[in-house]
């Protein structure tokens, strides 16, 4: 499952992964494999929470992109 809102929230906002990998204190490719849906990275609650601060959306949109 691609998360192609978050890749273009993320582009919206100027952001390279590189970036959002530091800000959220892992690595590019763990954060590429969020973003693209991989299967051993998960988006958690805490996950969620650290980018709806980075990005500037609520929690809940990015909950409803999640389940949609």
């Known amino acids: ?12 906002r100027g952001f390279t992964q590189q ?3 530091e800000m959220l204190g892992m690595s ?4 590429f494999l969020i973003e693209h849906g991989g299967r051993k990275a998960k988006l958690d609650i805490t ?6 601060q980075i990005l500037g959306i609520s929690l809940k949109r990015i909950c409803d992109n999640e389940s949609a």
């Open 1 to 12: 499952m691609a998360r192609e809102w978050l890749r273009e929230l993320r582009k919206s």
């Open 19 to 21: 970036r959002m990998a």
């Open 28 to 31: 590019r490719q763990y954060y």
């Open 47 to 52: 996950l969620a929470m650290e980018l709806s």
